[in-house]
């Protein structure tokens, strides 16, 4: 069992790597994941922990995967997918080009369905947008990018999309997503709470679904600061319906069903971003 002092630790690592705020209710969570990896005893956590304090990346990584929550599904909140693709529709219209990013892509069912979304309204298999999917866990990009799933992943995809957008993979009951879906998405590997993100410019829609609810307030609100900066004015940020802007809901308009409107004043700061 995860003792009071490795749980401290533990903590205050989860804020300095990630932002991430952990309670005691935590422990037992934490306890089911380092069995899982082979790690049973106070020794190997220990051991973890010094690692991370002295800067291994590797362990650094490691425990960063034993604190995220990689639960993800094909169309979680169908109509989310719907409202974003047909946003994407209207942007490249007057743009000529729409640009969506899924903050917190996990293992990939988040961005393949927004994919086979953009695919379908737009009625092309190369549709004028780019989509970036990133993630703080590498482990998970690394499933993201290979892009196969089983039987269970795929049940409650509609018959005509896994038709469409899967093939048999190499191992039996397993299903691989098609080229055209791999060709819009780049997955990137990503620490919200970093201090420069990588991707310059702005955005037509951001979905940062199941992320705000693990940050301690200050990491969350600076998040959603920085949202709000890459965030076209006529955006569209998409959360889980179950989150709220809180302090920040002045960054942005009023919005239902976890889909707020960006606010004309907000425009990129050139300072947080490499091209």
């Not at 306890?31 to 020794?43: F, K, M, Y």
């Not at 990689?70 to 946003?87: C, I, K, Y």
């Not at 307030?217 to 949202?227: D, K, N």
Request: charged letters at 25%; aromatic letters at 8%; one cysteine or more.
């Amino acid at each position: 069992m995860v003792t009071s002092g490795q749980l401290d630790r533990t903590r205050r690592l989860a804020l300095r790597l990630a932002g991430i705020e952990l309670f005691e209710r935590h422990r037992e969570v934490l306890d089911r994941r380092l069995c899982r990896v082979g790690i049973r005893d106070e020794a190997g956590f220990d051991a973890l922990l010094d690692a991370v304090d002295m800067g291994d990346e590797n362990a650094s990584r490691r425990l960063i995967g034993l604190l995220t929550t990689n639960f993800s599904g094909f169309f979680r909140h169908p109509r989310h997918f719907e409202l974003a693709a047909e946003h994407a529709l209207w942007a490249a219209h007057r743009r000529g080009e729409a640009r969506l990013w899924s903050a917190a892509a996990a293992t990939g069912e988040e961005p393949y369905s927004l994919a086979m979304s953009l695919i379908e309204v737009f009625r092309r298999d190369d549709p004028p947008v780019t989509l970036l999917a990133t993630d703080i866990d590498e482990a998970a990009l690394l499933f993201a990018r290979r892009g196969e799933y089983g039987e269970l992943s795929l049940e409650a995809l509609p018959v005509g999309l896994r038709a469409r957008f899967f093939e048999p993979a190499a191992t039996a009951k397993r299903w691989r997503t098609h080229v055209d879906l791999h060709r819009l998405v780049t997955f990137r590997a990503l620490n919200l709470t970093d201090l420069e993100w990588p991707p310059a410019g702005l955005f037509d829609v951001v979905f940062c679904r199941n992320v705000l609810m693990y940050l301690e307030a200050g990491h969350r609100y600076s998040v959603l600061e920085r949202l709000a900066s890459v965030l076209a004015p006529d955006g569209r940020l998409i959360l889980d319906p179950a989150e709220h802007l809180g302090k920040a809901a002045h960054l942005f308009g009023p919005g239902t069903n976890g889909v707020y409107p960006g606010r004309p004043r907000a425009t990129p700061r050139a300072d947080r971003f490499r091209g």
